[in-house]
């Protein structure tokens, strides 16, 4: 993997992430929301694949810290999100990727898979992005 840890306001809150930038130093910015396992090396992938493709990508830690490879594990983790919490996350991730200086784009897009595609929905409803 290429990409870093970094830390991140939210509202209220600190929260961690997984940054992947490109080679060239800077593009358009993506967030890539976990599946319900959590901020597994899978989703840290993706990121480094988005940068190889000249994004900014930022994966943000939803469940701060915690990860799982047990399905019953996931479910748990899952069920007790804080849906404010993670929205005041969120937020945070979109604002992160637009100030950081390799970010060129005014907009930042985002993609989720299984629990993040549903999260994907929820923020660019709730942000109007």
Known sequence: M????VRFTSIGNDCEGYLATP???????IIVLQEWWGLVDHIKKICDRF????FVALAPDLYHGESTT??????????ALNIE???SDLR???N????HEATTSSK????GFCMGGQLSLMLRARMKM
């Not at 290429?2 to 840890?5: D, E, H, L, S, Y």
């Not at 047990?70 to 069920?79: F, K, V």
Request: net charge negative; hydrophobic share 40%.
């Open 2 to 5: 290429t990409g870093q840890m």
């Open 23 to 29: 080679a060239s130093g800077h593009g358009p910015g």
């Open 51 to 54: 940068a190889e493709a000249g």
């Open 70 to 79: 047990h399905p019953d594990n996931a479910g748990r983790l899952m069920m």
């Open 85 to 87: 919490r993670t929205e």
């Open 92 to 94: 945070g991730a979109v």
């Open 96 to 99: 992160f990727l637009l100030e």
């Open 108 to 111: 930042v897009g985002t993609v």
